[in-house]
């Protein structure tokens, strides 16, 4: 049976993972309509792995014997200033994202549950390949300082890392 106050946390999980699953689909909306498709891309695809994410702890939570809940979602942004605002919040959302999955882990750990521990650790690694990507956005819009003249050439940029990432899933 699954520990009450890790079941609790993962349930909180869920739901941020959903928001996130959401954010980005919201994100890939702003993007395809300003004209930036190799941007709207990188984000649909970002939105269905937190999808998967989600999904992943509901099956965990239902399988170790508890019940996983599913809350109603925030409503996430709909207009964003720019390119750079957009990943920006991408990365913070991402940190935020990272801090809440090492909680779990605390919390696994004062409660003693190693076979939860373990099995976050697919998430703690997620997380740091999923912060690397974004950072590694964030450094070529730097490159680009506040000229937008290049954004078509860093749109078609991004949709080439997303399908290089893909290939080597
Ligand atoms: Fe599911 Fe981007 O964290």
Not at 49 to 54: D, G, K, N, Q, S
Not at 86 to 104: G, P, R, T
Not at 129 to 150: F, M, R, T, W, Y
């Amino acid at each position: 049976m699954l520990n009450k106050n890790v079941e609790k946390k993962l349930i909180e999980q869920i739901e941020k993972e959903g928001y996130s699953s959401n954010l980005y689909l919201a994100m890939a909306s702003w993007s395809e309509s300003n004209g930036l498709e190799g941007i709207a891309n990188w984000m649909y695809a970002q939105s269905d792995e937190e999808r998967t994410h989600m999904l992943k702890i509901v099956k965990y939570v239902n399988e170790r014997g508890g019940q996983a809940i599913i809350s109603a979602l925030d409503e996430p942004p709909v207009d964003f200033s720019s390119v750079k605002a957009l990943f920006e919040k991408v990365y913070e959302h991402e940190q935020m994202i990272s801090a809440s999955i090492n909680d779990i882990v605390d919390v696994c750990l004062k409660e003693k549950d190693f076979t939860t521990h373990s099995w976050l650790q697919w998430f703690v690694n997620e997380q740091i390949e999923e912060e690397a990507s974004v950072s590694a956005i964030l450094d070529k819009l730097k490159l680009l300082g506040d000229q937008n003249n290049n954004l078509y050439l860093l749109d078609r940029d991004i949709l080439a890392m997303r399908n290089q990432g893909s290939e080597n899933q």
